[in-house]
């Protein structure tokens, strides 16, 4: 199993999954489609597939009280013209979600093949969009699985609650996603990792590989390279979202339950601003 990632619009990254044997790829949110395909062209694979992890709106939308404006490009904006370059591709999205240019709804637990080595498992991961799913892909033996997260997980940080509960997004980020092996290697929808850490630091201050982590990710992005993928266990250790269970975190921020503290974080957050 091979996993390319591509940086898409703004700040965008959209990943093709290809088994080396079969030479067959899937597409994880080609939200600039004509960059998706030629990548699959450079590495001599067909697309089959495309995995689609959340719908997004290209109107105003109300949203915590405020309008909120969004991208129709973001994450399912290329479904049509990648349907166009690619025949007969098959469009996997969540079947809450009213994904654009889906042809195969999925719902939690479904798995799709990509070729006989390649398996991947759909998670209804929702908060950030109430049908968002997750794609947790594994290979041959001995090989590290990976999870595509979209707008639910990223490094460092979560999705907004944009149609969900604090209580959701516990259950996504901290039970869903937190009972995958540590090794899965976590392959989120933006790169938002710099400016994540730099928060993470403001909740737990004395979290050693918080600074380990963010002096990284900044090194990272001077050089031009991305930050993607962490690990599930990485996230456990430095995502403050993730850590929720802990009493340590909850008491930094005044709080007596999970819940409760991810609600808490998520409104600090929503409301933050990076210093210079």
């Not at 709804?105 to 479904?110: A, M």
């Amino acid at each position: 199993m091979k996993i390319l990632h591509i940086p898409c619009l703004e700040d965008n990254y959209s990943y093709l999954v290809i088994n080396e044997k079969t030479k067959e790829a899937a597409a994880v949110d080609p939200a600039e489609p004509h960059k998706v395909f030629r990548a699959a062209q450079e590495n001599g694979v067909h697309l089959k597939l495309v995995l689609t992890t959340h719908h997004h709106w290209s109107a105003p939308r109300l949203c915590l009280g405020l309008q909120m404006h969004f991208d129709d490009r973001d994450h399912a904006g290329g479904n049509d013209k990648i349907k166009q370059i690619v025949p007969g591709i098959k469009v996997y999205g969540g079947s809450v979600d009213n994904v654009r240019g889906c042809t195969n709804k999925v719902e939690n637990g479904d798995r799709i093949p990509l070729g006989d080595e390649i398996s991947i498992l759909c998670l209804h991961t929702p908060c950030h969009t109430q049908g968002h799913i997750s794609y947790y892909v594994t290979g041959k033996d001995g090989e590290d699985p990976a999870v595509f997260t979209g707008d639910t997980l990223f490094i460092a940080g979560c999705g907004k609650f944009f149609e969900g509960t604090a209580e959701q997004m516990y259950q996504s980020l901290c039970v869903t996603l937190g009972s995958l092996p540590n090794p899965t290697r976590v392959f989120c929808g933006h790169e938002y990792t710099e400016k994540n850490f730099q928060f993470a630091i403001t909740v737990e201050p004395d979290n050693e590989k918080i600074r380990q982590k963010l002096a990284w990710a900044q090194q990272q992005r001077r050089s031009g390279l991305p930050t993607i993928p962490s690990t599930i266990g990485e996230e456990l250790e430095t995502n403050p979202f993730m850590r929720v269970d802990l009493p340590d975190v909850q008491r930094m921020v005044g709080c007596k339950s999970p819940v409760e503290a991810i609600r808490e974080i998520r409104q600090r957050k929503d409301t933050w601003k990076p210093t210079a």
